[in-house]
């Protein structure tokens, strides 16, 4: 199982970022893939989910309007839009996949619900 994240940048205020997680090695039906972020010296905390079994998205109260997932399931990828950037969204962005805890209709941004995880890729915004 491997995830793998790309697509942070530096970029300035206002702007916009596509950030993608291409999964492989699956072999499970039912999941869901988690986008979180960790800012320096914070906590990670989840931004968004999306259930890989129908579709449904989940997104923190506080990036809602902004943060957009959404997944290719042709390429077994994930994505993370990320518009209207503020300097607060600087953090590495990670995605994971929520296995053994997984149950269709709910959704977790709690870390330690999610067991496989990709390494993580870097954004940045100046102001």
């Known amino acids: 199982v491997q995830l793998v994240e790309s697509g942070g940048a530096l970029v300035q205020a206002g702007g916009s970022l596509r950030l993608s997680c291409a999964i492989s090695?699956?072999?499970?039906?039912?999941?869901?893939i988690g986008w979180f972020r960790q800012a320096p010296g914070k906590e990670r905390e989840g931004v968004a989910v999306?259930?890989?079994?129908?579709?449904?998205?989940y997104y923190r109260d506080t990036v809602k309007g902004r943060f957009t997932v959404s997944a290719d399931n042709a390429k077994n990828t994930v994505y993370l839009q990320i518009n209207n950037l503020e300097p607060e969204d600087t953090a590495v962005y990670f995605c994971?996949?929520?296995?053994?805890?997984?149950?269709?209709?709910?959704?977790?941004?709690?870390?330690?619900?999610?067991?496989?995880w990709g390494q993580g890729t870097q954004v940045t915004v100046s102001s």
């Open positions: 994971a996949a929520e296995v053994s805890t997984y149950f269709s209709g709910t959704y977790s941004f709690w870390a330690a619900d999610y067991d496989y």
């Open positions: 090695g699956f072999t499970f039906d039912d999941y869901a």
């Open positions: 999306i259930d890989k079994n129908d579709g449904r998205t």
